[in-house]
Each structure stands twice: as C-alpha cells, then as structure tokens.
C-alpha cells in the first residue's frame, strides 16, 4: 500500500496551492480519502474528507469555503486545492485512505504516525510541506 502526497512548498498568504494524493497497491474506491495535517508541536487533524464515490465532502471549520477536494477513481488520485491561505495552514499535510466516516475525520486529531491507522481503519501516506509564509 503506498499514498504520496506531492504538491507543496512555499507560499504567501492569499495564494493558492494544490496537492495531489497519488495511490497504489490497494482497492482506491473501497476507501474514503482523507486530507490531514499536522503543525509542530500538535496533533494531526483531519481538515477534509472525500467518501469512496465522489458524492459527499467535508471540511474542517477552519478551511471551509477555502479549501476543495475531489478525487479520480480511475487514476486512483485525489487532490486538495488550497485557496486564500493563512500562515496558520502551514503544516505537513498528509493523506490517507480511510474506513470511518469523513465527518469522524474532520472532527477529530490524532497522534499517530506509521503507514497503518488504526483509529481511521485505514493506511497513511508519507506527507508534504506547505509553508504559508510572505
């Protein structure tokens, strides 16, 4: 099971980046997709969630209205476009195939690390930096 999240580096507030979860060696459409990210010093937090179709997003209060995600069943991709960023999104954001729901998600923080999940029943990816900085 692999998940590579790609896509980030430095940005200044206001701007926009996309990431984009690339996934292999497992069911892509068996699973949700979640976006999470992690600041030094805190735990890692869910900030959005795609179901296994497609149909249904969630986002975290604090990116609503700022951040999309989607996926691409058949290219067994997902993507996270970040629009009007603040200094408070930088974080290593990470993505993971998740078995619970997406409002679980978004609503909770984490402190584990590895490639296994056993709190979203799922697999982690390794991560990428975003840096919002001017």
């Known amino acids: 099971v692999q998940l590579q999240a790609s896509g980030g580096g430095l940005v200044q507030p206001g701007g926009s980046l996309r990431l984009t979860c690339a996934a292999s060696?497992?069911?892509?459409?068996?699973?949700?997709i979640g976006w999470f990210r992690q600041a030094p010093g805190k735990e890692r937090e869910g900030v959005s969630c795609?179901?296994?179709?497609?149909?249904?997003?969630y986002y975290r209060d604090s990116v609503k209205g700022r951040f999309t995600i989607s996926r691409d069943n058949p290219k067994n991709t997902a993507n996270l476009q970040m629009n009007r960023v603040k200094t408070e999104d930088t974080a290593v954001y990470y993505c993971?195939?998740?078995?619970?729901?997406?409002?679980?998600?978004?609503?909770?923080?984490?402190?584990?690390?590895?490639?296994?999940?056993?709190?979203?029943?799922?697999?982690w990816g390794h991560g990428t930096q975003v840096t919002v900085s001017s």
């Open positions: 795609i179901g296994s179709s497609g149909e249904k997003t």
């Open positions: 993971a195939a998740v078995a619970v729901s997406c409002s679980t998600v978004v609503e909770t923080t984490t402190s584990e690390s590895g490639s296994r999940s056993e709190k979203y029943r799922g697999y």
């Open positions: 060696g497992f069911t892509f459409d068996d699973y949700a």
